[in-house]
């Protein structure tokens, strides 16, 4: 086997693959049709396998082809990182550290564990996003982050898993609201009055969205706001309740008349985790924000 490709060829095949056609594949590369079937062909023929099945619906990736495109996507998103990098560099920046957190790590307990970190780290840049749990457990896996903190019950496969934090998510209602003063509720009973959410790229949004679908149930909020303190003022004007971690609505209730209701569901209490690929291969500055993570992880009881 002679296998010889170039970025262009790991590019197309990724493009190929998203689209499901070699023909729309090649047109968002900026390919002809004719050019992008040469390329293909010629890694089929350096392979010695088929790397696409042709049907008049389009195309489907054949096991290598599956691999092939697993490892592209890998090397594409390393040199996209080096490129950021660099850049950094370039501006007196000496490194440069990718974060994922879930919607309660990001905007609950990161914040004072990044503020020391970067009091400490004055040449290090932070890319800080939020995503769902299993989102952050691949982009970990294949190397696209650093650092990533996960809750609930997802898979960590072969990363390391260190035990970080405990949140419970509660309905959080008007003071005057007829949920208000039970001991607890079942999430499947909320969906009965109008709910204030976050925005549906939010991974809570999405979570809570997962549960409905298993619940056979529609999640369809009321209205949608960009955090947690702005969905506590709507349930304070009596808009709707809401599903937010305890420690939010906690922190909310003492300027606002609302209180916050246990939801009875298992799921509400989550372990949160962090997770990398290994610790040893992390870069010092890397090292040091999970050191710290550690150590704040002895302040997080669960609720």
Not at 104 to 133: N, W
Not at 134 to 158: C, F, K, L, P, Y
């Amino acid at each position: 086997m002679s296998l010889h490709f170039d970025l262009t060829d790991l590019r197309l095949m990724v493009s190929v693959a998203e689209h499901d056609s070699l023909t729309a594949g090649a047109q968002a590369m900026g390919l002809s049709l004719p050019a992008a079937s040469a390329r293909v062909r010629k890694l089929e023929d350096g392979a010695a396998t088929r790397l696409f099945l042709r049907t008049p619906q389009g195309v489907t990736l054949t096991p290598p082809g599956q691999a092939f495109v697993h490892h592209a996507r890998l090397v594409l998103a390393q040199l996209e990182h080096l490129r950021s990098d660099l850049r950094e560099y370039s501006r007196g920046i000496k490194g440069h550290l990718r974060v994922f957190a879930n919607t309660t790590a990001l905007g609950e307990f990161l914040p004072p564990v990044l503020r020391r970190y970067l009091q400490t780290h004055p040449d290090v840049s932070v890319d800080l996003r939020e995503r769902l749990s299993h989102d952050i457990v691949r982009a970990v896996s294949e190397g696209q982050v650093d650092v990533g903190i996960v809750a609930g019950m997802v898979r960590t496969e072969n990363l390391v898993a260190i035990a970080y934090r405990h949140d419970r998510l509660v309905l959080t209602v008007a003071s005057d609201h007829d949920l208000a003063r039970r001991s607890g509720v079942a999430f499947a009973d909320t969906l009965e009055f109008d709910q204030v959410g976050l925005h549906e790229s939010s991974a809570i949004h999405a979570f809570l969205n997962q549960i409905c679908t298993t619940l056979q149930r529609p999640f369809k909020p009321r209205i949608q706001v960009g955090n947690f303190e702005a969905a506590c003022r709507m349930i304070e004007a009596g808009i709707g309740v809401g599903i937010m971690p305890g420690s939010a609505a906690r922190r909310h209730a003492q300027t606002m008349a609302i209180c916050a209701v246990p939801l009875t569901d298992d799921w509400a209490l989550r372990a949160m985790q962090v997770v990398v690929r290994d610790l040893d291969a992390l870069a010092p500055f890397a090292r040091d924000l999970v050191n710290l993570l550690i150590e704040d992880a002895g302040s997080g009881e669960p609720e």
